[in-house]
Structures are given as structure tokens and as C-alpha cells.
């Protein structure tokens, strides 16, 4: 069992208190913390909110059946979804989330069975936060590619270098600056670009 600090938070979006009593106390020892919505107007103000890692709704939901809020959820933010259904909707629901990463299972189910699906969720929610971390460095990087080189292209434009020149420049001015080579673009072309 994961330690209190390795736990993913979970947010039940259930419509009755029984149910989501029912989840938690399943799930209460896998997430923390807990949090619950009765509809997905709310679910959607706590997940702009607060971090959320896996998010499961129990269907149908009082403002909405839920499948199109977890669509729009999933591709707006770094969590991973589990829809309960029940059975004769299963194969409807199926095809609607298809590729997206939101795990369905049908309703009623067994304690065990929802035990297996936290696992699953809890195991693609690590996977899922690795891959928005590393996605996040990649951009950070990309940002300062695209900085330096702009201002590279300034130093040749304004000041007639050449392209060694200009990479040259900005490297040594970072040295001597003790500043990254970012923070050398961001004021060449601070300087240059009003030019």
C-alpha cells in the first residue's frame, strides 16, 4: 500500500452521499485526499482549483450524464478518469471515450473489482504526472531555444554579425554575467529589438 505521502487525490463525482460513502471507504486507504462533487459544474471548480490525479464518476450526474465533462477534463488537464455505468450503456460509452485514456467499467460491481481499476488508475496517474513533467521541461527548453535564437538573429541583423559571432557573444556574455544563456537572449533582445 502506498505510504500517505505517495498517494495520488482522488475526486468522487457521485450524486448520492450512499454511493460515494461506498467509494470511499474502498478507495480511502489507496488516495488522499478525497474529495467528492455531486455534479461536474463542481468538479470542474475544484479541478481548477486543486491538483487532482484520478477523478471517478459514478453516471448519471444530476446536471449532465458525465462522459463529455470527463472528455473536456481529460484534454484540458494531467488527470486520469474512471466512468461507472451501467451495464446496457457500457458498449455506447466505450466508443465515445475510445483512445482517450478514460477507463469505463459497468455497474453494479464488487469491492474487488473496483480495487483493481484504483490500481490501474493509480499506476497510469504516476506514469501520466512523469510524462507532464517531462513535457514541461521540454517546453521550458524549447522557450529558451527559441529565445537565444531570436537573439542571435537580432545580433546578426543589428550588429552585422556572423552566426558564430552571435553564438559566440551571447555564450560569453553569460559567462561573464553569470546568467543563464536565457536570461542573455531575453535582454538582447530587450536592447535590440526596439532598435
Known sequence: MPTLRDRRSVLIVT??????????????????????????????????????????????IPDEFGVDSALDIVSQNPVCVLLLVKMEQYEKVAMKVRGTGILVITRPLKAQSLLEAAGILDAMSVK??????????????????????????????????KESEAHYTLERMAMDQSLTKKEVAQRIIGDLAAD
Do not use: W
Open 15 to 60: 450524486s448520492g452521499q450512499t454511493s460515494y460513502h461506498a467509494i470511499e471507504t474502498i478507495l480511502g486507504n489507496r488516495f488522499a485526499p478525497v474529495r467528492q462533487a455531486s455534479s461536474m459544474a463542481q468538479a470542474k471548480q475544484i479541478i481548477a482549483r486543486e491538483k487532482i490525479d484520478v477523478m471517478m464518476i459514478n453516471t448519471p
Open 128 to 161: 501520466l504526472s512523469a510524462m507532464a513533467k517531462e513535457n514541461q521541461k521540454l517546453r521550458r527548453r524549447i522557450d529558451e531555444l527559441g529565445l537565444v535564437t531570436r537573439a542571435k538573429c537580432l545580433l546578426i541583423e543589428k550588429k552585422g554579425m
